[in-house]
């Protein structure tokens, strides 16, 4: 799995970072998602296909998914 972020769509809402904070952060100065970890490990990819399934405006991309 890859994940790709648009930081020009993310609103800050931060629930990313609450599903998967390995994965996941904030800016401090606009909350704009951090990537952590473009190619996470296996026992991660349920979360982070939580997390971008919960963004409210659609900018976690996930690539190489079954």
Same mark, same amino acid.
């Given at each position: 799995m890859?994940? #790709?972020?648009?930081e020009a769509k993310c609103c $800050? /809402?931060?629930q990313c970072v609450l599903i998967a904070p390995e994965v996941f952060d904030q800016r401090? +100065?606009?909350g704009i998602v951090l990537l952590l970890d473009a190619e996470? $490990? +296996? +026992?991660?990819h349920a979360a982070v296909r939580e997390a /971008? $399934?919960?963004c409210p #405006? $659609?900018?976690?991309?996930?690539?190489?998914t079954a």
């Open positions: 890859k994940i #790709t972020v648009d $800050a /809402a931060g401090d +100065e606009d996470p $490990a +296996e +026992e991660q /971008a $399934a919960v #405006t $659609a900018a976690i991309h996930l690539s190489g």
